[in-house]
């Protein structure tokens, strides 16, 4: 049942009205030609009835008299009729009098094609009623009337007419048929008519409110909320009211998260940094001192001075990593600088800046997720593609603002478990959704191939023309 069954609402729903209007065009085409058919049986046993009976008083008088050559003559007249298939008259034993198959004259009525009706031909002459009509198949009717031979009781017969209905009861089915296609017509007509304002109401909302959830999750952007006042429209406004929520609380952890790293890089700054430095200098003061009394020792002291010297130079670039001193007094292109100057040392790549004016664009706060993002993005590339060079672009918009890192090395290689992304990967992609940003890889052929990372983070007062999906 699992792949007949679609497992979109709107293929459940398609199906459901589709078995609901077949099941109903069936069932109407059953009705109707069963109605109509039964209608038209009905009829023709009063008619059957009818004919039969003044057919069987004429029969009664002529034999009653001892005029059988006119009562065959009646029923060669009845044999006329297009309708009647066979017709005897037969006493209370089944000898066959009368026929209009003169062959069967004299037989037994058992030894003839109704042969198999006479069980029902005994029942009329015991019964009360004069006439019984039945059906033998689909398209015929057996009439089988009493009458006296004589004025003694026991002197009955019957007579027994059977007539074909085939060619009426196909122009009946044939009518039935043709109102049954004109209802269908009908009926299909109201299906799609249900379909379409199932589809109009409630289908074509629920899909637009997956998009705009999709989009959501997925790039970052607050979702839009349905028009109306329906169960869709309430549940869209309290998806969207949910969202705000979490984007307000993951941008508080951010900043919360950003606060800590500024606090716990000044601390190293200011006092680690300070503390390693003047434990330096002290060092080269013992140094000296000691230099002038014995040579040996002194070499140890200098050997201290050269590790504290390192130290420093460690915890200050500890501290910029945590809080750029760039950022704090000149701004975001100095932080960027400050990124470029490590790429370059850490991994020996050349790295350069080409700024465009973004700060008077972006608050504060936007400038230094920015600077996250564009530092991620740069230390994964030297960390992993190895590239020889690479460049870090800022560029200003109407509506955006976008970030560009390019360089020449290995492609960037999605990992196809998310669960082992590292918490890089994973902070990245938190920073693009609270700036409602996007992030697009390609790959610009060569040689050399260069790959492109870019981010665009829409401005608030610009509507978003950005439909790129956020593939870290």
């Known amino acids: 049942m699992g792949p007949i069954i679609p497992h979109s609402l709107k293929g459940r729903i398609t199906l459901m009205v589709l078995l609901f209007g077949v099941v109903t065009i069936i069932l109407n085409h059953w009705w109707r030609g069963s109605q109509v058919t039964e209608r038209r049986m009905t009829r023709l046993q009063a008619e059957a009835t009818d004919a039969a009976t003044p057919l069987t008083g004429i029969l009664q008088h002529l034999l009653r008299r ?14 006329l009729s297009p309708r009647l298939e066979l017709g005897v008259v037969c006493d209370r034993n089944g000898t066959i009098r009368l026929s209009t198959q003169m062959q069967w004259r004299g037989m037994n009525i058992q030894q003839t094609p109704l042969g198999a009706d006479w069980p029902r031909i005994l029942q009329t002459l015991d019964s009360s009623d004069t006439v019984n009509v039945w059906s033998t198949d689909s398209n015929g009717l057996v009439v089988a009337s009493r009458f006296y031979e004589g004025y003694d009781p026991s002197s009955k017969g019957a007579v027994i007419m059977r007539y074909d209905y085939t060619y009426e009861l196909n122009q009946v089915r044939g009518y039935a048929l043709h109102d049954s296609v004109t209802n269908v017509a009908v009926l299909a007509a109201i299906c799609l008519l249900l379909w379409t304002a199932l589809d109009e109401l409630f289908i074509r909302r629920v899909v637009q409110m ?6 959501a999750t997925t790039k970052g952007s607050h979702p839009h909320v349905l028009e109306g006042n329906d169960e869709l429209a309430v549940i869209s406004r309290e998806f969207a009211k949910t969202i705000r929520q979490l984007r307000e609380a993951e941008a508080h952890v951010l900043e919360a998260a950003e606060e800590a790293r500024r606090k716990m890089g000044r601390e190293l700054h200011d006092d680690l940094c300070q503390r390693l430095t003047a434990t330096k200098l002290k060092a080269e003061v013992t140094h000296e001192l000691i230099l002038e009394e ?3 020792q002194a070499d140890l002291t200098r050997q201290v001075a050269e590790e504290l010297a390192e130290s420093a130079v460690i915890a200050r670039s500890i501290a910029r990593g945590l809080s750029p001193v760039g950022f704090e007094d000149t701004g975001l292109e100095d932080a960027l600088m400050d990124v470029a100057s490590f790429v370059t040392r850490a991994y020996g790549t050349r790295c350069t800046i080409d700024y465009g004016p973004v700060h008077d664009l972006l608050s504060g706060s936007e400038q230094e997720l920015l600077f996250r993002i564009a530092q991620e993005l740069a230390v994964n590339a030297g960390k992993h593609s190895k590239p020889s060079s690479m460049t870090i672009s800022t560029h200003p918009a109407s509506d955006h603002v976008d970030l560009v890192v390019m360089h020449d090395g290995t492609p960037f290689q999605e990992n196809p478990a998310p669960a082992r992304a590292g918490m890089g990967l994973h902070l990245l992609r938190q920073r693009l959704i609270t700036l409602s940003a996007t992030l697009e890889r390609t790959t610009q052929p ?3 191939e260069i790959s492109i990372a870019k981010v665009r983070i829409p401005l608030e007062n610009a509507p978003v023309k950005s439909t790129s999906s956020l593939t870290p």
């Open 446 to 448: 060569g040689p050399p």
């Open 294 to 296: 014995n040579g040996r």
């Open 210 to 215: 997956m998009e705009h959830f999709h989009g």
């Open 66 to 79: 001892g005029q059988e050559r006119a009562a065959e003559l009646e029923m060669s007249y009845a044999a």
